[in-house]
Protein backbone atom coordinates (compact mmCIF):
# COMPACT_ATOMS: atom_id res chain seq x y z
CA UNK A 1 0.00 0.00 0.00
CA UNK A 2 1.23 3.32 -0.99
CA UNK A 3 2.34 5.66 2.21
CA UNK A 4 -0.72 8.34 2.12
CA UNK A 5 -0.10 12.06 2.01
CA UNK A 6 -0.56 14.41 4.95
CA UNK A 7 -2.68 17.67 4.46
CA UNK A 8 -2.77 20.88 6.22
CA UNK A 9 -5.86 22.79 5.20
CA UNK A 10 -7.35 26.24 6.27
CA UNK A 11 -11.25 25.83 7.04
CA UNK A 12 -12.17 29.74 7.85
CA UNK A 13 -15.63 30.67 7.59
CA UNK A 14 -18.23 27.94 7.87
CA UNK A 15 -20.03 29.32 4.88
CA UNK A 16 -17.07 27.27 2.60
CA UNK A 17 -19.69 24.45 3.38
CA UNK A 18 -22.12 25.53 0.82
CA UNK A 19 -19.80 27.99 -1.61
CA UNK A 20 -18.19 27.72 -4.79
CA UNK A 21 -15.03 29.71 -5.40
CA UNK A 22 -11.14 29.15 -5.72
CA UNK A 23 -10.48 27.68 -2.14
CA UNK A 24 -13.34 25.14 -2.52
CA UNK A 25 -12.79 24.39 -6.44
CA UNK A 26 -9.06 23.80 -5.23
CA UNK A 27 -10.73 21.60 -2.73
CA UNK A 28 -11.95 19.45 -5.29
CA UNK A 29 -9.21 19.01 -7.88
CA UNK A 30 -7.38 17.92 -5.11
CA UNK A 31 -9.09 15.15 -4.00
CA UNK A 32 -10.04 14.01 -7.58
CA UNK A 33 -5.33 14.38 -7.78
CA UNK A 34 -4.72 12.56 -4.20
CA UNK A 35 -4.85 8.45 -4.20
CA UNK A 36 -8.28 6.98 -2.54
CA UNK A 37 -7.26 6.78 1.30
CA UNK A 38 -8.79 4.11 3.25
CA UNK A 39 -9.71 6.07 5.93
CA UNK A 40 -9.30 9.42 7.11
CA UNK A 41 -7.93 10.81 10.28
CA UNK A 42 -8.60 14.79 10.96
CA UNK A 43 -7.05 17.04 13.81
CA UNK A 44 -9.65 20.09 13.97
CA UNK A 45 -9.37 23.32 15.21
CA UNK A 46 -12.69 22.81 16.88
CA UNK A 47 -12.16 19.55 19.48
CA UNK A 48 -10.29 20.95 22.16
CA UNK A 49 -9.83 18.81 25.15
CA UNK A 50 -8.38 17.79 28.78
CA UNK A 51 -6.15 15.11 26.87
CA UNK A 52 -6.07 13.83 23.97
CA UNK A 53 -9.44 11.92 22.70
CA UNK A 54 -9.63 9.38 19.90
CA UNK A 55 -13.88 9.57 17.79
CA UNK A 56 -14.35 5.69 17.44
CA UNK A 57 -18.01 6.23 16.40
CA UNK A 58 -19.03 3.72 13.51
CA UNK A 59 -21.41 6.28 12.64
CA UNK A 60 -20.33 9.97 13.66
CA UNK A 61 -22.84 12.43 14.46
CA UNK A 62 -22.42 15.89 12.27
CA UNK A 63 -21.89 18.60 14.86
CA UNK A 64 -22.78 22.26 13.31
CA UNK A 65 -20.90 23.95 15.70
CA UNK A 66 -21.99 27.87 15.23
CA UNK A 67 -24.40 29.95 15.01
CA UNK A 68 -26.05 33.12 13.35
CA UNK A 69 -25.69 31.74 9.75
CA UNK A 70 -27.75 31.54 7.17
CA UNK A 71 -30.56 28.13 7.20
CA UNK A 72 -28.84 26.57 4.30
CA UNK A 73 -25.42 25.78 6.22
CA UNK A 74 -27.64 24.36 8.73
CA UNK A 75 -28.73 21.76 5.76
CA UNK A 76 -25.81 20.66 4.84
CA UNK A 77 -25.62 17.26 5.05
CA UNK A 78 -22.03 14.87 5.25
CA UNK A 79 -23.45 11.58 6.39
CA UNK A 80 -19.69 9.98 6.30
CA UNK A 81 -19.17 6.61 8.29
CA UNK A 82 -16.98 6.28 11.10
CA UNK A 83 -13.72 4.66 10.99
CA UNK A 84 -13.39 2.42 14.47
CA UNK A 85 -10.94 0.23 13.85
CA UNK A 86 -8.43 2.86 12.58
CA UNK A 87 -9.60 5.07 15.37
CA UNK A 88 -8.99 2.61 17.69
CA UNK A 89 -5.31 1.70 16.41
CA UNK A 90 -4.71 5.77 17.42
CA UNK A 91 -6.05 5.20 20.79
CA UNK A 92 -3.92 1.93 21.25
CA UNK A 93 -0.70 3.69 19.95
CA UNK A 94 -0.94 6.80 21.92
CA UNK A 95 -2.61 5.08 24.72
CA UNK A 96 -5.34 7.66 25.12
CA UNK A 97 -9.17 7.86 25.56
CA UNK A 98 -11.36 6.33 22.88
CA UNK A 99 -14.44 9.02 22.59
CA UNK A 100 -18.03 8.13 21.94
CA UNK A 101 -19.66 11.42 22.14
CA UNK A 102 -18.08 13.53 19.70
CA UNK A 103 -18.83 13.52 15.72
CA UNK A 104 -17.27 15.78 12.84
CA UNK A 105 -17.28 19.26 13.28
CA UNK A 106 -17.30 22.28 10.35
CA UNK A 107 -13.64 22.00 10.69
CA UNK A 108 -13.88 18.96 9.11
CA UNK A 109 -16.86 18.54 7.23
CA UNK A 110 -17.05 21.73 5.30
CA UNK A 111 -13.40 20.76 3.96
CA UNK A 112 -14.24 17.49 3.21
CA UNK A 113 -17.70 17.98 1.24
CA UNK A 114 -15.66 19.50 -1.81
CA UNK A 115 -12.55 17.11 -1.01
CA UNK A 116 -14.54 13.91 -1.28
CA UNK A 117 -17.68 15.49 -2.03
CA UNK A 118 -20.01 11.71 -1.64
CA UNK A 119 -19.32 11.26 1.85
CA UNK A 120 -17.97 7.84 1.31
CA UNK A 121 -14.59 7.69 2.90
CA UNK A 122 -14.45 6.67 6.55
CA UNK A 123 -13.77 9.60 8.64
CA UNK A 124 -12.70 10.12 12.41
CA UNK A 125 -11.45 12.94 14.37
CA UNK A 126 -8.41 13.41 16.80
CA UNK A 127 -8.73 16.08 19.86
CA UNK A 128 -6.39 18.63 20.43
CA UNK A 129 -5.18 18.54 23.72
CA UNK A 130 -4.99 21.32 25.64
CA UNK A 131 -2.22 20.40 28.38
CA UNK A 132 0.13 19.99 25.89
CA UNK A 133 2.73 22.70 24.74
CA UNK A 134 3.29 23.19 20.62
CA UNK A 135 6.63 21.06 20.98
CA UNK A 136 3.76 18.26 22.85
CA UNK A 137 1.37 18.91 19.67
CA UNK A 138 4.13 18.20 17.31
CA UNK A 139 5.33 15.03 19.15
CA UNK A 140 1.96 13.41 19.01
CA UNK A 141 2.44 14.34 14.80
CA UNK A 142 5.17 12.10 15.01
CA UNK A 143 3.29 9.50 16.98
CA UNK A 144 0.82 9.17 13.90
CA UNK A 145 2.47 8.71 11.50
CA UNK A 146 1.66 5.36 11.31
CA UNK A 147 -1.14 6.02 9.89
CA UNK A 148 -0.24 7.06 6.75
CA UNK A 149 1.26 3.46 5.77
CA UNK A 150 -2.51 2.12 6.83
CA UNK A 151 -3.70 3.95 4.14
CA UNK A 152 -4.90 6.81 6.73
CA UNK A 153 -5.11 10.57 5.15
CA UNK A 154 -4.02 12.71 8.15
CA UNK A 155 -5.37 16.40 7.84
CA UNK A 156 -4.89 18.93 10.34
CA UNK A 157 -7.48 21.69 9.57
CA UNK A 158 -7.22 25.44 11.01
CA UNK A 159 -5.61 28.98 9.72
CA UNK A 160 -2.48 30.18 8.98
CA UNK A 161 -3.40 33.08 10.02
CA UNK A 162 -6.70 33.10 12.16
CA UNK A 163 -7.97 36.30 13.85
CA UNK A 164 -11.71 37.31 13.79
CA UNK A 165 -10.81 40.45 15.90
CA UNK A 166 -9.86 41.94 12.67
CA UNK A 167 -11.91 39.96 10.36
CA UNK A 168 -13.55 41.58 7.28
CA UNK A 169 -17.37 40.38 6.34
CA UNK A 170 -16.02 40.82 2.37
CA UNK A 171 -14.76 37.44 2.16
CA UNK A 172 -12.69 39.24 -0.83
CA UNK A 173 -11.97 41.98 1.52
CA UNK A 174 -7.93 43.07 1.13
CA UNK A 175 -5.88 41.12 3.02
CA UNK A 176 -4.11 43.06 5.91
CA UNK A 177 -0.45 43.52 5.95
CA UNK A 178 0.27 41.58 9.25
CA UNK A 179 -1.37 38.24 7.82
CA UNK A 180 -0.25 38.29 4.02
CA UNK A 181 3.27 39.34 6.29
CA UNK A 182 2.72 36.49 8.79
CA UNK A 183 1.62 33.31 5.80
CA UNK A 184 4.87 34.40 3.81
CA UNK A 185 7.02 33.97 6.47
CA UNK A 186 5.68 30.80 7.68
CA UNK A 187 5.94 29.71 3.88
CA UNK A 188 9.94 30.17 3.87
CA UNK A 189 9.73 28.26 7.06
CA UNK A 190 8.13 25.64 5.69
CA UNK A 191 10.23 25.56 2.73
CA UNK A 192 13.40 25.32 4.43
CA UNK A 193 11.46 22.53 6.97
CA UNK A 194 12.49 24.31 10.19
CA UNK A 195 10.19 22.86 11.96
CA UNK A 196 11.55 24.51 15.28
CA UNK A 197 10.11 27.77 14.31
CA UNK A 198 7.06 26.34 14.16
CA UNK A 199 7.31 24.68 18.01
CA UNK A 200 8.48 27.94 19.19
CA UNK A 201 6.11 30.38 17.10
CA UNK A 202 6.74 33.58 19.38
CA UNK A 203 10.31 33.30 19.17
CA UNK A 204 10.12 32.78 15.18
CA UNK A 205 8.18 35.56 14.56
CA UNK A 206 7.77 37.57 18.08
CA UNK A 207 5.04 37.71 20.67
CA UNK A 208 2.96 40.25 19.02
CA UNK A 209 3.06 39.33 15.66
CA UNK A 210 1.97 35.55 16.81
CA UNK A 211 -0.65 36.88 18.60
CA UNK A 212 -1.86 39.36 16.23
CA UNK A 213 -2.12 36.21 13.60
CA UNK A 214 -3.67 33.71 16.49
CA UNK A 215 -5.04 35.83 19.56
CA UNK A 216 -6.17 32.05 20.51
CA UNK A 217 -3.57 28.80 19.04
CA UNK A 218 -6.40 26.33 18.33
CA UNK A 219 -6.46 27.10 14.74
CA UNK A 220 -2.46 26.92 14.69
CA UNK A 221 -2.08 23.54 15.96
CA UNK A 222 -3.36 21.18 13.90
CA UNK A 223 -0.64 22.50 11.66
CA UNK A 224 1.77 21.17 13.91
CA UNK A 225 0.24 17.47 13.64
CA UNK A 226 0.77 17.95 9.99
CA UNK A 227 4.49 19.05 10.06
CA UNK A 228 5.04 16.14 12.48
CA UNK A 229 3.65 13.42 10.39
CA UNK A 230 5.69 14.27 7.25
CA UNK A 231 8.90 12.80 6.42
CA UNK A 232 12.28 14.32 5.10
CA UNK A 233 11.86 13.40 1.71
CA UNK A 234 8.63 13.76 0.98
CA UNK A 235 7.74 16.31 -1.41
CA UNK A 236 6.41 19.65 -0.45
CA UNK A 237 3.43 21.69 -2.25
CA UNK A 238 0.52 24.03 -1.40
CA UNK A 239 -2.86 23.51 -3.13
CA UNK A 240 -4.24 27.03 -2.68
CA UNK A 241 -2.41 30.07 -1.00
CA UNK A 242 -4.76 33.03 -0.28
CA UNK A 243 -6.26 35.10 2.39
CA UNK A 244 -9.79 35.50 2.91
CA UNK A 245 -12.00 38.37 5.19
CA UNK A 246 -8.52 40.13 5.36
CA UNK A 247 -7.68 37.74 8.23
CA UNK A 248 -8.03 34.35 7.02
CA UNK A 249 -5.25 32.55 5.46
CA UNK A 250 -6.54 29.44 3.76
CA UNK A 251 -3.24 28.78 2.79
CA UNK A 252 -3.18 24.19 2.38
CA UNK A 253 0.30 22.89 2.77
CA UNK A 254 0.75 19.43 1.20
CA UNK A 255 3.34 16.54 2.27
CA UNK A 256 3.61 13.64 0.02
Do not use: C
Not at 204 to 227: C, D, I, K, N
Amino acid sequence: MKKMPVLFVGHGSPMIGVETNPFTKALNRLGEALPRPKAIAVASAHWVTPGTRVATQAAPKQIYDFSGFPQKLYDVKYPVPGAPQEAQSVVKQLSVAADEAWGIDHGTWTVLKHLYPKADIPTFQISLDQGKDFAGHFETGEKLKFLRDQGVLLIGSGNMTHNLRDLDYDENAKPFDWAVDFDAKAKEELDARNWEAFTHPQTTWGQAAFRRAHPSVEHYVPLLYVLGASEKQDELSYPFEGIQHGSLSMRMALFQ
